[in-house]
Nanobody, 126 residues
Framework: VQLVESGGGLVQAGGSLRLSCAAS????????IGWFRQAPGKEREGVAC????????LYAHSVKGRFTISSDSAKRTVYLHMNNLKPEDTAVYYC????????????????????WGRGTQVTVSS
Protein backbone atom coordinates (compact mmCIF):
# COMPACT_ATOMS: atom_id res chain seq x y z
CA VAL A 1 0.00 0.00 0.00
CA GLN A 2 1.38 3.37 -0.95
CA LEU A 3 0.13 6.95 -0.74
CA VAL A 4 2.29 9.62 -2.35
CA GLU A 5 1.51 13.31 -1.84
CA SER A 6 2.56 16.18 -4.06
CA GLY A 7 1.69 19.81 -4.60
CA GLY A 8 2.75 21.48 -1.39
CA GLY A 9 4.73 24.70 -1.34
CA LEU A 10 4.88 28.32 -0.29
CA VAL A 11 2.02 30.66 -1.10
CA GLN A 12 0.86 34.07 0.04
CA ALA A 13 -2.28 34.50 2.08
CA GLY A 14 -5.32 34.49 -0.17
CA GLY A 15 -3.62 32.21 -2.68
CA SER A 16 -4.39 28.69 -3.79
CA LEU A 17 -2.71 25.30 -3.95
CA ARG A 18 -3.76 21.85 -5.09
CA LEU A 19 -2.49 18.79 -3.27
CA SER A 20 -2.52 15.37 -4.95
CA CYS A 21 -2.43 11.93 -3.38
CA ALA A 22 -1.63 9.03 -5.68
CA ALA A 23 -2.77 5.69 -4.26
CA SER A 24 -1.66 2.17 -5.04
CA UNK A 25 -1.81 -1.28 -3.53
CA UNK A 26 -5.44 -1.36 -2.37
CA UNK A 27 -8.97 -1.21 -3.78
CA UNK A 28 -9.41 2.49 -4.42
CA UNK A 29 -13.19 2.51 -4.56
CA UNK A 30 -13.91 1.02 -1.15
CA UNK A 31 -11.90 3.35 1.03
CA UNK A 32 -12.20 6.74 2.61
CA ILE A 33 -9.21 8.79 1.48
CA GLY A 34 -8.34 12.26 2.63
CA TRP A 35 -6.04 14.62 4.42
CA PHE A 36 -4.82 15.34 7.89
CA ARG A 37 -2.53 18.21 8.80
CA GLN A 38 -0.15 18.92 11.63
CA ALA A 39 1.20 22.35 12.49
CA PRO A 40 4.25 22.83 14.73
CA GLY A 41 3.33 22.24 18.36
CA LYS A 42 -0.19 21.10 17.52
CA GLU A 43 -1.93 17.76 17.26
CA ARG A 44 -2.62 16.19 13.90
CA GLU A 45 -6.17 17.00 12.76
CA GLY A 46 -8.46 15.74 10.04
CA VAL A 47 -9.03 18.26 7.26
CA ALA A 48 -11.16 16.53 4.62
CA CYS A 49 -11.96 13.07 3.36
CA UNK A 50 -13.95 11.47 0.58
CA UNK A 51 -15.50 8.05 0.21
CA UNK A 52 -14.47 7.28 -3.34
CA UNK A 53 -17.36 4.85 -3.89
CA UNK A 54 -20.03 7.54 -3.76
CA UNK A 55 -18.06 10.78 -3.41
CA UNK A 56 -19.47 11.49 0.04
CA UNK A 57 -17.27 14.15 1.65
CA LEU A 58 -16.49 15.49 5.12
CA TYR A 59 -14.69 18.72 5.98
CA ALA A 60 -13.27 20.36 9.07
CA HIS A 61 -15.19 23.49 10.02
CA SER A 62 -12.03 25.59 9.64
CA VAL A 63 -11.69 24.78 5.92
CA LYS A 64 -15.31 24.40 4.81
CA GLY A 65 -16.06 26.70 1.90
CA ARG A 66 -12.36 27.17 1.11
CA PHE A 67 -11.11 23.61 0.50
CA THR A 68 -12.61 21.04 -1.86
CA ILE A 69 -11.71 17.36 -1.96
CA SER A 70 -12.23 15.28 -5.08
CA SER A 71 -11.17 11.94 -6.48
CA ASP A 72 -10.36 10.45 -9.88
CA SER A 73 -10.77 6.68 -9.82
CA ALA A 74 -9.17 6.20 -13.23
CA LYS A 75 -6.01 7.92 -11.97
CA ARG A 76 -6.36 6.53 -8.44
CA THR A 77 -5.74 10.02 -7.16
CA VAL A 78 -7.39 12.24 -4.57
CA TYR A 79 -7.05 16.01 -4.77
CA LEU A 80 -7.36 18.76 -2.19
CA HIS A 81 -8.07 22.12 -3.79
CA MET A 82 -7.19 24.83 -1.27
CA ASN A 83 -8.40 28.37 -1.92
CA ASN A 84 -8.19 31.57 0.11
CA LEU A 85 -5.34 30.13 2.13
CA LYS A 86 -4.58 31.63 5.53
CA PRO A 87 -1.37 31.61 7.60
CA GLU A 88 -3.10 29.26 10.03
CA ASP A 89 -3.33 26.67 7.24
CA THR A 90 0.46 26.30 7.43
CA ALA A 91 1.21 22.66 8.28
CA VAL A 92 2.47 19.36 6.99
CA TYR A 93 -0.41 17.77 5.11
CA TYR A 94 -0.67 13.97 5.19
CA CYS A 95 -2.71 11.82 2.89
CA UNK A 96 -4.44 8.91 4.61
CA UNK A 97 -6.73 6.06 3.63
CA UNK A 98 -8.94 3.75 5.66
CA UNK A 99 -11.69 1.25 4.84
CA UNK A 100 -14.18 3.07 7.08
CA UNK A 101 -15.63 6.54 6.46
CA UNK A 102 -16.02 8.33 9.79
CA UNK A 103 -19.21 10.00 10.95
CA UNK A 104 -17.39 13.30 11.32
CA UNK A 105 -13.94 14.49 10.28
CA UNK A 106 -12.99 15.10 13.90
CA UNK A 107 -13.56 11.42 14.72
CA UNK A 108 -11.62 10.06 11.75
CA UNK A 109 -8.99 7.60 12.85
CA UNK A 110 -6.68 5.56 10.65
CA UNK A 111 -6.87 1.93 11.75
CA UNK A 112 -4.33 -0.84 11.34
CA UNK A 113 -6.01 -1.54 8.00
CA UNK A 114 -5.32 2.00 6.82
CA UNK A 115 -2.29 3.82 5.44
CA TRP A 116 -0.46 7.13 5.62
CA GLY A 117 1.58 9.13 3.18
CA ARG A 118 4.83 10.82 4.16
CA GLY A 119 3.43 14.33 4.08
CA THR A 120 3.92 17.53 2.12
CA GLN A 121 4.65 20.97 3.56
CA VAL A 122 2.23 23.84 2.97
CA THR A 123 3.40 27.27 4.08
CA VAL A 124 1.17 30.33 3.84
CA SER A 125 2.86 33.69 4.35
CA SER A 126 1.00 36.73 5.60
Amino acid sequence: VQLVESGGGLVQAGGSLRLSCAASGFTFDDHAIGWFRQAPGKEREGVACIRTEDARTLYAHSVKGRFTISSDSAKRTVYLHMNNLKPEDTAVYYCAADPVLPLTISTWRISDLGSWGRGTQVTVSS
